[in-house]
Nanobody
Framework: QSQLVESGGGLVQPGGSLRLSCAAS????????IGWFRQAPGKEREGVSCISSRGGTNYADSVKGRFTISRDNAKDTVYLEMNSLKPEDTAVYYC??????????????????WGQGTQVTVSS
């Protein structure tokens, strides 16, 4: 069974850091672009960051300079390092995979697999 599993969420104070992980099982991530999305209560889901199969990255303006996405294909895992967290970063974070070769990624692609989500809460 092919699936994505997120981990690493939790409660953190403003200004703190978290690292989210997205691990694939049942398939290899080598040929997939991976996106991180988030959804806060009462808001629509939004793209946060994505990384192409060749390592090209894309970030939402709201997280540029604070979040870093990376991938370790040997471990079939993608990471989202989140620094200088703000209360407005509070949301359920999801990772998703789309079969796409190339050096670019977009949030609007039709993603094939989605994880179950991990809660990130930024509060004092």
């Amino acid at each position: 069974q092919s699936q994505l599993v997120e981990s690493g969420g939790g409660l953190v104070q403003p200004g703190g850091s978290l690292r989210l992980s997205c691990a694939a099982s049942g398939f290899t991530l080598d040929y997939y672009a991976i996106g991180w999305f988030r959804q806060a209560p009462g808001k629509e889901r939004e793209g946060v960051s994505c990384i192409s199969s060749r390592g090209g990255t894309n970030y939402a303006d709201s997280v540029k300079g604070r979040f870093t996405i990376s991938r370790d294909n040997a471990k079939d895992t993608v990471y989202l390092e989140m620094n200088s967290l703000k209360p407005e970063d509070t949301a359920v974070y999801y990772c998703a995979a789309v079969f796409k070769l190339g050096g670019s990624c977009v949030f609007t692609a039709k993603y094939d697999y989605w994880g179950q989500g991990t809660q990130v809460t930024v509060s004092s």
